[in-house]
């Protein structure tokens, strides 16, 4: 029989009992650290709970501020330092809401419309930021009464041909608006209205007369008959107190030739003028004869500029650019040629927006306009007795009413809701009666003399005033809000731009430079 040797077995009851010793340091370890999370875990819910309810108030603080820029309250006035709102109580946290100027990045003034947007939200101590960029279209009981809600609209005959188009012009702040685009004819014979441009989408609405023919268009379906019968009125009044400007802009026909050569294969920028001196033009009203320009002669326009020309209106190659602030009025009466030349905002390019009402063209007598080849004007063209035509890749981002329209080629019409006050397409606007028809001081208007507009305007608020003017009893109907503002997100608790760059960034990644990354990660 064999012996049991006992130092073996002492051996092995040590090697249990450290194990056991072991299997219980764990175990109380892990049960330590469970009660320990267990009793972190309440206050890190909490902050979990917090931030989100911080954020959350953050975003409401967000449609508040907007609400309020809806408003007539003086904002604009009413603040310390663009402080609007400083620890506010709100939705269960506090609140402070500032706005500053988006273009000179200083609190906000009388004259202020664009602006940065941020709420500091705080909830038991954590706090959340939202920002936003913010566009202020403020609302004056204004009035259409020169056709600029509709994109094209003509007295005799509308034409669309080759791949022209009318479009939203997706840089306006209203431009992801998806309201119908507008155009309209005070013609009422057969095929008076042609639309055949395979480029052009179908989201244009017709306006006609009651007494148009059945067979005024035989390419759109969407036709809508104006309320009543609207004036085409003449442009407003020449002013009488201009100085001469120049008699006549002659361009060298050699650097003419080697400037436009340069803008057609390298773009028109700012950088094609580069070398080009500008002549600039001071607030004033200015006459010249006639007015031929060339790439050698751009203008810049500082202040209210009006410039009457009295025959033909002819740039070529040419740029007019507008300063900050700045508008042009043209009064032409004889013929327009525009080929290849830019009028509108110191930025060219038509993903830059520019209030087109800060330029105004008008045709006084029947002439013949041509906007042709790489032409790109933002702004509104008003000549009832005209004809209009676009050609080659002429751009126009406004509207457009004349006699007749002609888009041909690759042209564009890039109509800016925000030209669009309510006018002859809408009868429930100030323009109409309360049986629909247009008020009489409407149908006798034969010009758009801006003193009678404004005469017009305030026997209209006084008429339909309680439709738009503030209620008193502020408990029983909700606070009127008739501006207009549109937002862009721009941080969320994280910069929502900086995750676009990248995510645009990561999107640009082609695959073969991923491939190569990866090689070089293999080596």
Not at 223 to 231: A, E, I, M, Q
């Amino acid at each position: 029989m064999e012996s049991i040797d006992p130092r073996n077995t002492s051996s092995r009851r040590g090697i249990a009992l450290m194990l056991v010793m072991i299997a219980i340091l764990v175990t109380g370890s892990m049960a330590v650290a469970y009660f320990g999370s267990r009793d972190n875990s309440i206050a890190i819910s909490s902050n979990v709970e917090a931030a989100s309810r911080a954020r959350a108030v953050a975003e409401s603080g967000l449609d508040l501020a907007v609400a309020i820029l809806e408003t007539d309250a003086d904002w604009r006035t009413h603040h310390i330092d663009g402080v609007v709102l400083d620890a506010f109580a709100f939705g269960g946290g506090l609140i402070t809401l500032t706005v500053l100027d988006s273009e000179t990045n200083l609190p906000p003034d009388e004259s202020t419309n664009k602006v940065e947007i941020t709420i500091l939200s705080s909830v038991d101590g954590i706090a959340q930021i939202t920002q936003a960029s913010a566009t202020i279209i403020p609302s004056e009981d204004e009035f259409d009464v020169d056709y600029s809600e509709f994109a094209l609209f003509s007295q005799s005959q509308l034409t669309i041909r080759d791949v022209a188009s009318v479009q939203r012009w997706a840089a306006s702040p209203l431009g992801a608006e998806q309201s119908p685009l507008r155009i309209g004819t005070l013609a009422t014979g057969p095929l008076s209205v042609e639309i055949n441009s395979w480029a052009q989408s179908s989201d244009l609405e017709l306006h006609t007369l009651a007494n148009a023919s059945s067979m005024i268009t035989s390419s759109m379906s969407s036709r809508h008959t104006l309320p009543d019968s609207p004036p085409f009125p003449y442009p407003p009044s020449i002013p009488t107190d201009s100085v001469v400007l120049v008699e006549e802009h002659t361009p060298r026909n050699s650097s003419h030739f080697n400037h436009w050569a340069h803008n057609f294969t390298q773009g028109f920028s700012n950088s094609s003028y580069r070398n080009v001196e500008y002549t600039d033009i001071h607030e004033g009203s200015y006459s010249t004869e006639s007015l031929v320009l060339g790439s050698n002669q751009p203008l810049r326009i500082f202040g209210n500029v009006t410039i009457t020309i009295d025959d033909e209106f002819k740039p070529t190659g040419a740029t007019i650019e507008l300063a900050q602030d700045a508008s042009l009025t043209i009064h032409v009466g004889g013929d327009v040629e525009i080929r290849s030349s830019y009028i509108g905002n110191e930025n060219h390019k038509t993903n830059s927006w520019s209030d087109p009402s800060r330029v105004q063209l008008y045709g006084h007598n029947d002439s013949d306009w041509e906007l042709r080849g790489n032409t790109t004007i933002k702004g509104e063209i008003y000549a009832p007795d005209s004809e209009i035509a676009l050609s080659g890749l002429a751009t126009l981002c406004g509207r457009i009413a004349a006699d007749s329209i002609a888009m041909r080629g690759a042209s564009r019409l890039l109509y800016d809701p925000t030209l669009d006050h309510g006018g002859y397409a809408d009868s429930s606007s100030l323009l109409f009666n309360e049986d629909g028809t247009l008020q009489q001081g409407v149908q006798q208007l034969s010009q758009l003399d801006p003193v009678l507009i404004d005469s017009l305007e305030q026997v209209a608020i006084a008429v339909l005033g309680g439709t738009y003017q503030q209620f008193d009893d502020w408990w029983s109907e909700p606070t009127q809000r008739p501006h207009e503002v549109v937002y862009v997100l721009t941080m969320y608790g994280v910069d929502a731009r900086r995750w676009e760059f990248l995510a645009r960034q990561i999107e640009g990644f082609s695959q073969d430079r991923w491939n190569a990354y990866a090689s070089v990660l293999e080596q």
